[in-house]
């Protein structure tokens, strides 16, 4: 088969897709309750969070946690996140806008740091699943940047051209990764940072994922 010429989406998943960003404050917020930590609004955590994750922790405490207090932060916010994940939904206009991309005979994929076997059925139950070619999760422990994951999600698809490849994101880490790709990026103001900290990093910024498809559109050239 030879490789695809038309446009590819590569999608995050939590923050993007994924509008789950009231669990992840609530998720957050109790893992610093078991340090002794004051919880984070919305804006604060937007203008402090990075990845990889001990890092952002760095930043609120001063200090990277200990190897002891990064596993009981990181198992606190799995287990508050699964349990109110239920509540969150697709971002407005999402289910639409993944139709309307294949409908229109063109590719995407979800390559997501979430835990693999949590976001496969997760996708699954919201009926989108066969609008991507591709769909990764995390495979080992949690904290670390998207970078490789990236490399492995394209070099498994085969037919798929990096050049006319678009990460559509919510974070830093997501344009860092698909530059590491040779792949575009737009970033998306709906998840975990700030406006301002994702214009600095120098790729396209937008309010909402309808403009981030278009975007993508026009990068992919």
Same mark, same amino acid.
Request: aromatic share 8%; hydrophobic share 45%.
């Given at each position: ?6 446009a ?5 998943w ?15 917020? +109790?893992a ?5 930590? $004051? ?18 922790y $760095?930043?609120?405490? *001063?200090? &990277? ?11 606190t916010?799995h ?9 969150? +939904? ?5 289910? $639409? ?5 294949s ?18 059925? &997760?996708?699954?139950g ?5 609008h ?11 904290? *670390? ?17 990096? +050049?006319?490849?678009?990460?559509? *994101?919510d ?5 860092l ?7 575009? +990026?737009?970033?998306?103001? *709906? ?19 309808? $403009? ?10």
């Amino acid at each position: 088969m030879g490789m695809h010429t038309d446009a590819h989406i590569v999608w995050d998943w939590n923050g993007t897709l994924f509008h789950d960003v009231d669990a992840v404050i609530g998720a957050t917020n +109790a893992a610093f309750a078991e340090l002794g930590l $004051e919880p984070l609004t919305l804006e604060r955590y937007r203008e402090l969070y990075c990845v990889p994750v001990p890092k952002f922790y $760095e930043r609120l405490m *001063g200090r &990277l946690p200990s190897g002891a207090e990064w596993e009981l932060m990181d198992a606190t916010f799995h287990r508050y996140y699964s349990e109110h994940r239920v509540r969150c +939904a697709l971002a407005e206009g999402a289910a $639409e806008l993944l139709a309307q991309w294949s409908e229109a005979g063109r590719s995407q994929s979800i390559l997501s740091m979430y835990g693999h076997d949590d976001l496969v059925p &997760l996708v699954r139950g919201f009926g989108i699943e066969p609008h991507f070619i591709r769909v990764d999760g995390r495979s080992g422990p949690s904290g *670390g940047g998207k970078s490789e994951h990236m490399v492995r999600h394209l070099r498994a698809l085969t037919d798929i051209d990096p +050049a006319r490849t678009v990460v559509i *994101g919510d974070a830093a880490d997501d344009a860092l990764a698909a530059r590491r790709v040779g792949a575009k +990026a737009v970033l998306y103001t *709906g998840g975990s940072h700030s406006r301002a900290s994702l214009e600095a990093v120098g790729v396209p910024v937008v309010d909402t994922l309808a $403009e981030a498809v278009a975007e993508a559109e026009r990068l992919a050239g």
